[in-house]
């Protein structure tokens, strides 16, 4: 058997003479790995569990490719250091902050819909769903000048089919 810290790992990927691949088991504490072959122990080698990261929410749960996600939980580490946070599988590669609670992450070039995941410690969080929506683009203007007042139509795609929350600007001016 293999235990850690008196917790049995019921998983073992393989066994040789010389190596063994375990499964850190549920339930399992910071200790010693024990071996024990035969009905004998082996020496106890130190072992540190690491809480998995655990996400509880996103804010917002959809945004375009460049917006702010605030992802909340827990187990996130005091600092980044290498850990990450993934959209889909695309690697978010600004971060606005870190904290073992808090992330603040930027929507990556090339995220699609899918989990975002935190890669944290060594160890996966869970998925949460995130929704990447389609950047607006546009294509043309009718007519391209005109007065305070003047109609113009805007002509593009990804506006969405009713107005919701979006707005246009002009020049910067709602």
Do not use: C, E, R, Y
């Amino acid at each position: 058997t293999v235990q850690f810290n008196g917790t049995t790992a019921t998983t073992i990927g393989s066994w040789s003479a010389t190596s063994i691949v375990a499964t850190v088991p549920t339930g399992a504490t910071t200790g010693n790995v024990v071996v024990t072959v035969s009905g004998v122990a082996s020496n106890g080698s130190s072992f540190t569990v690491v809480a998995a990261p655990s996400i509880t929410s996103l804010s917002p749960t959809s945004g375009a490719v460049g917006a702010s996600v605030t992802i909340t939980g827990t187990n996130f580490g005091s600092t980044q250091g290498t850990s990450t946070v993934q959209f889909n599988g695309t690697t978010a590669t600004t971060i606005g902050s870190w904290s073992a609670t808090s992330i603040v992450a930027t929507v990556p070039t090339g995220a699609t819909t899918g989990n975002v995941v935190v890669h944290a410690s060594g160890v996966n969080s869970n998925g949460v769903a995130f929704t990447v929506l389609p950047t607006p683009s546009i294509t043309s203007l009718s007519p391209t000048s005109g007065a305070v007042g003047a109609s113009v139509t805007i002509t593009g795609t990804n506006f969405g089919s009713t107005q919701g929350s979006s707005t246009v600007k002009f020049n910067g001016t709602t």
